[in-house]
Nanobody
Framework: HVQLVESGGGSVQAGQSVTLSCVNEGWSKYCMGWFRQAPGQAREGVAT???????TYADSVSGRFTISQDNVKGMVFLHMNSMEPEDTGMYYC???????????????????WGQGTQVTVS
């Protein structure tokens, strides 16, 4: 059974940094992803990481955000730098058995989801 719990959200000013954490309480060799959803907008993929450590980033965050994982603790992190107001939204952690590069950022590819943590950039 996979249960995902996010933490680390909050309010920051533009240019600052935030790190989100996600605990996968049913840890296995899953592909893990971070998604976000702004009010009135569709959920979008932000970054993903395979169990082997291969990463994929949305163009809008490439170079600013970094996804990492601690396989021993069953945790995945999203380090967000140089934040912009456009980064505001609810951030979700998700897990999938596989995430081929072409669908790594597609929300439909992920079966397990956390409850989300709010990030607000002003």
């Amino acid at each position: 059974h996979v249960q995902l719990v996010e933490s680390g959200g909050g309010s920051v000013q533009a240019g600052q940094s935030v790190t989100l954490s996600c605990v996968n309480e049913g840890w296995s060799k899953y592909c893990m992803g971070w998604f976000r959803q702004a009010p009135g907008q569709a959920r979008e993929g932000v970054a993903t990481i395979t169990s082997a450590g291969a990463t994929t980033y949305a163009d809008s965050v490439s170079g600013r955000f970094t996804i990492s994982q601690d396989n021993v603790k069953g945790m995945v992190f999203l380090h967000m730098n140089s934040m912009e107001p456009e980064d505001t939204g609810m951030y979700y952690c998700a897990a999938s058995a596989t995430c081929p590069p072409l669908v790594a950022l597609a929300s439909w590819n992920y079966k397990f989801w956390g409850q989300g943590t709010q990030v607000t950039v002003s």
